[in-house]
């Protein structure tokens, strides 16, 4: 699983993978658990839960899984957003509180 953050939306308007049709597309960017961007690249998460610009997401990055969770067993998908994160804590210490003032 991945920690990122929502940082865009994709607009396409026309979608040629059934598996896809109606779903909304998130660029996600990976981060450490106090929010310092990892790795290079943004990606293009398919959104489950309803996420939005701004949300700390937990994203998994695993075709197999990606399938499973959305019931499309030949789906060419990968990366999903599956859950929003409310809090991180690392050594009894909380590096990242969704509802804190930032």
Do not use: C, W
Request: aromatic share 2%.
């Amino acid at each position: 699983m991945i920690l990122a953050d929502v940082i865009g939306t994709v607009v396409s308007p026309s979608v040629q993978v059934p598996a896809l049709d109606g779903r909304k597309l998130l660029v996600v960017r990976p981060v450490q658990p106090e929010g310092a961007p990892v790795g290079p690249k943004p990606r293009i998460a398919i959104d489950t839960i309803g996420a939005g610009v701004g949300d700390r997401v937990l994203v998994i990055d695993e075709g197999n899984a990606g399938r499973q969770i959305l019931s499309a067993p030949n789906a060419p998908v990968k990366t999903l957003i599956i859950g929003f994160v409310d809090e991180v804590e690392i050594d009894g210490r909380r590096v990242y509180d969704h509802g804190a003032p930032s």
